[in-house]
């Protein structure tokens, strides 16, 4: 089973950056597309970001367009979510996954599998 490692998170203040890897077991970018996901507490696990495998389309919330961008590099089998002007609203678990079904809703959690363990991601000041 494709086992996926996410990294990158941490404690920023408003307005800064991080850049969040989604590192995966296997060469699998090739054949999948890549969603970006998140939890904040007490919340469900909404879409972030999702880059498509077959023309490299990408899709992004409307809370975060802008302002992340999600990349890819199949040669390193990792996916990227560069996350910039940060917010506190942006504070979650950040997850990456891929979809279980040959149609998928790119946003929607539900059409996902594989989560890794998450990366924490705080914006305060």
């Known amino acids: 089973q494709v086992q996926l490692v996410e990294s990158g998170g941490g404690l920023v203040q408003p307005g800064g950056s991080l850049r969040l890897s989604c590192s995966a077991s296997?060469?699998?970018?090739?054949?999948?597309?890549i969603g970006w996901f998140r939890q904040a507490p007490g919340k469900e696990r909404e879409g972030v970001s999702c880059?498509?495998?077959?023309?490299?389309?990408?899709f992004y919330a409307d809370s975060v367009k802008g302002r992340f961008t999600i990349s890819r590099d199949n040669a390193k089998n990792t996916a990227y979510l560069q996350m910039n002007n940060l917010k506190p609203e942006d504070t979650a678990v950040y997850y990456c996954?891929?979809?279980?079904?040959?149609?998928?809703?790119?946003?929607?959690?539900?059409?996902?599998?594989?989560w890794g363990q998450g990366t924490q991601v705080t914006v305060s000041s």
């Open positions: 996954a891929i979809p279980i079904y040959r149609d998928y809703r790119e946003l929607n959690p539900s059409d996902f599998g594989s």
């Open positions: 880059i498509d495998v077959s023309d490299g389309s990408t």
């Open positions: 296997e060469r699998i970018l090739d054949y999948y597309a």
